[in-house]
């Protein structure tokens, strides 16, 4: 399976950063580059949905949760959808993370479902246990997860 990319857009359609996600034996190694953003903490979801309307991203949904677990850091938890927070320093944020609960291959957990699904950063950082959505805030930026051969 060819490495999947993700470009990320706020809601005034400016580029502001990526996501690489690639298949490894363990999980999916997923690789978050965010440009142009002012400092602070951000949380990073993978969403249900596979849109990105602005100026929201209400479109993409909730949180992707094949399993029905819980969010966060929590008993019961995390839920597939999650991933650590970005810290965003001198404009720039980069995070690397091997998710064991998603997939690009075929199945339930698999990213790449006729559906589609989408990556969201949110204003705040994930606090790791509100629930649903780790009192993360408004959703900032919004990309689709496409795969490699309908990425145009």
């Known amino acids: 399976m060819p490495p999947v990319s993700v470009i990320l857009k706020d809601a005034q359609g400016k580029q502001v950063g990526d996501v690489n996600f690639t298949q490894e034996a363990e999980g999916v190694k997923t690789v978050v580059n965010l440009t142009g953003m002012p400092d602070g903490t951000y949380a990073f979801h993978i969403h249900e949905k596979g849109s990105c309307l602005p100026p929201e991203f209400k479109s993409a949904g909730d949180h992707f ?5 819980k969010h966060g850091q929590v008993k019961g938890g995390p839920h597939a959808g999650d991933f650590k927070n970005v810290e965003v320093k001198s404009g720039r944020g980069h995070l690397e993370e091997i998710n064991k609960n998603i997939s690009l291959l075929s199945g339930p957990n698999s990213l790449l479902r006729a559906e589609g699904t989408s990556v969201v950063v949110h204003e705040k950082g994930d606090d ?3 629930q649903p959505a780790g009192a993360s805030g ?7 997860v496409k795969t490699p051969d309908r990425a145009n």
């Open 128 to 130: 790791y246990k509100s």
């Open 138 to 144: 408004k959703r900032i930026a919004c990309g689709v």
């Open 65 to 69: 949760n094949p399993d029905k677990k």
